[in-house]
């Protein structure tokens, strides 16, 4: 922790120890560090890189990802895809069957624990305005 920068006192430390000591034997081992630390990752939010992702694919800023928009940007990266794979790529992803890729459509698709917990997803607005 010191060599962090940070400077806690004996009772700070022992209370750190505390939260993390899940079986309580006084020490903490790798598996409880690492259960805290994914924890903390989770909590942790990338809202402005999800964001700037969709972003990337959605060239028109309208809020939403096209089949034309995926292509372009799927040929600009070297993927060359067919129309159909294009359109199986958009179909996984768009949940209400309106054609197009929502920004909360891509979250769950980029970010699956979304799917799994059945968590909700941010909700962000992604249209410029000009």
Do not use: C, W
Not at 43 to 62: L, T, Y
């Amino acid at each position: 922790m010191r060599s962090l920068g940070q400077n806690p006192t004996e009772a700070e430390l022992q209370e750190m120890i505390n939260e993390l000591d899940a079986d309580g034997n006084g020490t903490v081992e790798f598996d409880e560090l690492m259960t805290m630390m994914t924890s903390k990752m989770k909590d942790i939010d990338f809202e402005e890189e999800r964001v700037e992702a969709f972003r990337m694919f959605d060239k028109n800023g309208d809020g939403f990802i096209t089949s034309a928009e995926l292509k372009v940007v799927m040929g600009n990266i070297g993927e060359k895809l067919t129309d159909e794979e294009i359109e199986e790529m958009i179909h996984e992803a768009d949940e209400d069957k309106d054609g197009q890729v929502s920004y909360q459509e891509f979250v769950k698709i980029i970010m699956p624990q979304f799917i799994e917990s059945d968590a909700e997803v941010p909700q962000t607005t992604i249209v410029e305005t000009q």
